[in-house]
Structures are given as structure tokens and as C-alpha cells.
């Protein structure tokens, strides 16, 4: 896998943390507050620079590949997405998926070679 593919899914998930999405088109929020208190906290004020290093049809593509790995397989989905938009460390998201840590990259570590391997489908 390379590097290339992780640096575009931070922008992807820098790119929805800025709030260009409805929350509820992934998942719903943790609890009730959880959008507040990200804004509060200044968690969603991240450099623009990284944004605009992909267009807004890179992040639909995206978009379009990481929904249809949600049909494919919620778990890895999932995993994927809380790492790059809600950027949870790997132990949060073992304890989440209710893995081992080491089981819980493997998930995530399969979920961008997935990613990666669409985009490559989507190129030829």
C-alpha cells in the first residue's frame, strides 16, 4: 500500500471534518453534543492547505468508494472512518469494534488497501 493513499484519506477526512458534509450521510454522532464540542474545542479548525490538495470530485470519488465499502463490509468501513474523520486512535476503535488492537489495524490496514485498490479500478 502506499503513502499516497493514506495522505489522501487525511484530506478526506480533514475535508469532512470542516463540516462540507452532512454527519449523517457516514453514521450517527457519538452523542447529542458531539458536534458542539468539537467546534468549542477547535478540533475541526485544521490548516485548509491540506483541502485543497484534493478537488471536491476527488473527495466525491472517494466518497463514493468508501460507501461502497460500507455495503462490502460495515466493520472495515467503519474502522476507516473513525481513524480519518473522527481520528480515533487504534485502540479506540478496537475497543469500539470490541477487537484487539492488533486485529483492529489489520482492519483498518485492509480498509485503505481496499480504498486503494478501487481507485486504482477506477483509473483503467
Known amino acids: 500500500m502506499s503513502a499516497h493513499i493514506k495522505d489522501d484519506l487525511i484530506r478526506w477526512g480533514i475535508w469532512h471534518r470542516q463540516g462540507n458534509v452532512a454527519r449523517h450521510l457516514w453514521y ?37 468508494i468508501v460507501l461502497t465499502l460500507k455495503k462490502v463490509d460495515k466493520t472495515r468501513c467503519l474502522a476507516l472512518t473513525r481513524k480519518y474523520i473522527d481520528r480515533e486512535t487504534v485502540r479506540d476503535i478496537a475497543r469500539e469494534l470490541k477487537l484487539s488492537r492488533t486485529k483492529a489495524h489489520s482492519v483498518i490496514q485492509s480498509a485503505e488497501a481496499w480504498v486503494e485498490g478501487a481507485l486504482i479500478m477506477r483509473s483503467h
Open 28 to 64: 450517527p454522532s457519538k452523542s447529542v453534543g458531539a458536534d458542539m464540542i468539537k467546534v468549542r474545542s477547535g478540533y475541526d479548525k485544521e490548516s485548509r492547505t491540506f483541502i485543497q490538495a484534493l478537488s471536491d470530485d476527488e473527495v466525491r470519488k472517494l466518497d463514493r
